[in-house]
């Protein structure tokens, strides 16, 4: 993406960045047997999927 000089290159690390801190955050709390945490974990996880390949990802194509 950065060799491409792809406009939505920094906006998609940023939200790599912002995704990879909740989940380290939230293996935190999985870890210490949190059943809230875990199904927090999930649905973080799968909002930030669809919404990040729909909104960033797809500007990627272009």
Avoid: Y
Wanted: charged letters at 25%.
């Amino acid at each position: 993406m950065d060799k491409m000089h792809c406009p939505a290159a920094a906006e998609n690390k940023k939200q790599h960045a912002i995704f990879i801190s909740m989940l380290d955050q939230l293996r935190a709390e999985v870890n210490n047997a949190s059943i809230g945490a875990s199904i927090k974990l999930l649905t973080v996880a799968s909002d930030w999927l669809v919404n990040h390949i729909m909104k960033i990802d797809k500007q990627l194509k272009k």
